[in-house]
């Protein structure tokens, strides 16, 4: 024995209508938004690249002018986090906001230059020291609020 049911939606043109306009006034919302927090992860990632201190100047003056230094001190950091030498993986993270289609807002963040995953994964021999992960945690519940503020603009 089988049942047959049928669904109807009544009003569905004006159903789909409906949505159009709210897809219309949600999308610039949402790419605020996203723009923010992905801003928000990005600085705080960037800040857990610092903290290391030199220990020598790689620079100094001598007669009134800029001399290397021939044996600089290393760089050292707090435990199990990234020193700053000359601050290239610092300045690649970045964040690219784009709409991919109609509904979908995406951000892609993270560091542009090729040794960056090595140091947050850990990988070619790095001791594995995260700065884009615990930016996420950090910033989560904050990140979710600020996506969920543009649904607020619905009627």
Partial sequence: MTIKVTVAILGRKR???DLDVARIRLLPEMVRNVTKA??????????NVTGGTRTG??????????VRRRNP????????????????LRNSITADIRKVRRRI????????VDYGKDHEEGL??????????????????RTFKLIGAAFRVLP
């Fill in 105 to 112: 807002v995406e951000a892609e963040l993270g560091p542009t």
């Fill in 38 to 47: 992905a801003t928000l992860i990005v600085g705080q990632a960037q800040r």
């Fill in 15 to 17: 159903l789909e209508r």
């Fill in 57 to 66: 100047a790689k620079w100094r003056i001598k007669g009134g002018k800029k």
């Fill in 73 to 88: 001190g290393p760089v050292t950091a707090r435990s199990g986090r990234l020193a700053v030498f000359e601050g290239r």
């Fill in 124 to 141: 070619n021999g790095q001791k594995k020291r995260p700065f884009l992960r615990p930016a996420i945690n950090a910033l989560q519940e």
